[in-house]
């Protein structure tokens, strides 16, 4: 495990993510940064439900990310049941029924030889050269289910060891708070992405841009793969309500957004005239926002200022007032604004307005 003082210094800044005002499974990259500063591990991943109590999955790994669309081949689910006690589809289960860190040969209803032997195995763990992993149902103080938080190791490093298991279940309370989903103002999120795609009046996909092909992966997710021959329901649902015979020429266009951990996606359907004897055609416009608090938070790591530092940046550059960033870290104004001089010193700017410019890009929302 990593030095006590990294320790200690990683899980006071995941104390400090739980108390900002951007929680929610979108910051599950910045409470993976500290929890890699904590815990040796390769990659992470956080599975949780989705605004319809479906399955979304966040994969730090993008290798694993693409292979999890194999795992819904009913002959992968048929090898997981076979050899696991409870498979990641059963997440709602787990959140109810399981209590802390479990270690692999605890999830396996098989030894661990078998268990990477098996279809599951090798369809959906082994392409990402997965050896060993951590898994952690997380619940608020009240009981609600938060997600489950997964660690995972390659095949050529050490096995997790207990205490690294015991570490990871002390966090549980810190962690939970930190991915618990808030209500943030939706018009505090930055535009950082578009994509467009055509789909024919009867959903079969034409043509897809590559932006779109990054940003339907981001946001759907298990539900999307480049060259799958059937479009997600999402998106067939929005050319139907396109097309439908009653659909005025002059009313609202179909339109849907997702919330994920990568951000929001906002799906708006536009017909497409038919050109050069072709018929009409859907077009899917995609476009991908991120919460204000989450790109500062990714900024401020590149800055690389103290913690307690970092937290004061944080909270000037979301525009509160002096008295308030006082009284949430705990010190005095007079405090503040010592430390506010020795901020802008340290990034070379000279007010607030400059502190944001030196942080954030300007705002591309339309």
């Given at each position: 495990?990593p030095p006590?003082?990294r320790?200690?210094?990683a899980?006071?800044?995941l104390?400090?993510l739980?108390c900002?005002d ?8 910045p409470?993976?940064?500290?929890l890699h500063?904590?815990?040796?591990f390769?990659a992470g ?6 605004a319809?109590?479906?399955?979304e999955?966040f994969?730090e790994?993008?290798v ?6 194999d ?6 689910q048929y090898?997981?049941?076979?050899v696991m ?7 709602s289960?787990a ?13 396996a209803k098989?030894?661990?030889p ?8 090798n ?6 050269d997965?050896?060993d992993?951590l ?6 103080s009240?009981?609600q ?5 997964w660690l995972f190791?390659?095949e050529?490093d050490?096995r ?10 002390r966090?549980e ?10 209500e ?7 535009v950082c ?8 009046p009867?959903g079969?996909l034409?043509?897809v841009?590559?932006e779109?092909q990054?940003l339907?992966?981001l946001?759907l997710?298990?539900?999307w793969?480049?060259?799958l021959?059937d479009l ?6 929005l ?9 005025s020429?002059d009313g609202?266009?179909p339109?849907?957004?997702l ?5 929001a ?10 050109v050069a004897g072709?018929?009409?055609a859907a077009a899917?416009h995609?476009?991908?926002?991120v ?16 913690r307690?530092q ?14 308030q960033?006082?009284?949430?870290m705990g ?5 503040v604004v ?9 990034l070379?700017v000279e007010?607030r307005?400059?502190l944001?410019?030196r942080?954030?890009p300007?705002s591309t929302?339309?």
């Open positions: 495990m006590p003082r320790n200690n210094q899980a006071a800044r104390r400090q739980a900002l951007v929680t929610g499974p979108q910051a599950i990259s409470v993976l940064a500290e500063q904590l815990i040796g390769d991943c956080l599975i949780h439900p989705g319809q109590g479906e399955m999955v994969m790994n993008p694993l990310q693409a292979a999890m669309p795992y819904f081949d009913p002959r992968i090898s997981e049941a076979r006690r409870r498979g990641a589809r059963h997440f289960e959140l109810r029924l399981e209590r802390g860190v479990q270690m692999l040969p605890q999830m098989v030894s661990v078998e268990l990477v032997r098996s279809d599951f195995f369809a959906v763990l082994r392409p990402g997965v050896g992993g898994k952690l149902p997380l619940r608020t009240a009981g289910g938060v997600g489950i938080l190791r390659r050529a050490p997790f060891a207990p205490e690294e298991a015991a570490a990871l279940g966090l309370p810190v962690l939970a708070r930190a991915l618990q989903p808030s943030a103002d939706a018009g505090d999120n930055e992405g578009q994509g467009l795609l055509v789909v024919s009867e079969r034409q043509w841009s590559p779109a990054t339907l992966a946001g997710g298990t539900r793969r480049v060259g021959g997600p329901d999402v998106v067939q649902l050319v139907q309500r396109l097309f439908w015979p009653d659909a020429d609202p266009l339109e849907v957004t919330r994920t951990a990568n951000g996606f906002s799906l708006r359907a536009t017909r497409l005239a038919g072709a018929g009409e899917i995609i476009t991908h926002r919460p204000r608090g989450i790109q500062l938070l990714a900024r401020l790591r590149t800055v690389g200022l103290p307690r970092a937290e004061l940046a944080y909270w000037i550059a979301r525009g509160v007032q002096e008295s960033i006082a009284q949430r010190v005095s104004v007079n405090t010592y430390h506010r001089r020795h901020l802008y010193a340290a070379g007010s307005q400059g944001v410019d942080l954030l300007p929302t339309p």
